[in-house]
């Protein structure tokens, strides 16, 4: 079976996150700047079999796309061009810095650690990664 990766985009750096090949385990990846994300991407698709590509989908509380998705949807149709055999799903991912943040004070980082912004957005691509993974063990699909 092939992994699933995670996309926290961000317009100056991605938090990503991947799966086991079984697909059960969520686990921080890597942070890349966003200039070099198509390359290092290249470079893990050539090392590491990935059937999926979760994109997080900022929205803001009434469900709407937010301001940020001004500039995701063109990366995100950039990277359907460059990599065409792979599915792409935007996966919503409200609050998840926030709750990235909360993980990290509960799982007692110090407050230097948690100030470091590329380990908030692994984390919070962890946490969009968890949410599609359990969303599936439910039984709920909500592909787009």
Request: hydrophobic share 45%.
């Amino acid at each position: 079976m092939s992994r699933i990766l995670a996309i926290d985009y961000g317009r100056r750096r991605c938090g990503i996150a991947v799966t086991d090949p079984n697909r059960i385990v969520a686990t921080a990846l890597a942070t890349v700047e966003t200039a070099r994300l198509v390359g290092w991407l290249k470079n893990y698709f050539a090392s590491e079999e990935v059937g999926l590509v979760i994109v997080g989908e900022p929205t803001t509380m009434q469900g709407t796309p937010s301001e940020s998705m001004r500039y995701i949807r063109p990366a995100l149709a950039r990277l359907r061009r460059e990599f065409p055999t792979l599915e792409f799903v935007m996966w919503d991912e409200r609050f998840t810095s926030t709750l990235a943040h909360r993980a990290m004070l509960d799982a007692g980082y110090r407050r230097k650690d948690r100030q470091d912004k590329g380990a908030i957005d692994r984390m919070a691509a962890v946490i969009i990664l968890n949410s599609y993974l359990e969303s599936r063990a439910a039984g709920l699909n909500f592909s787009l």
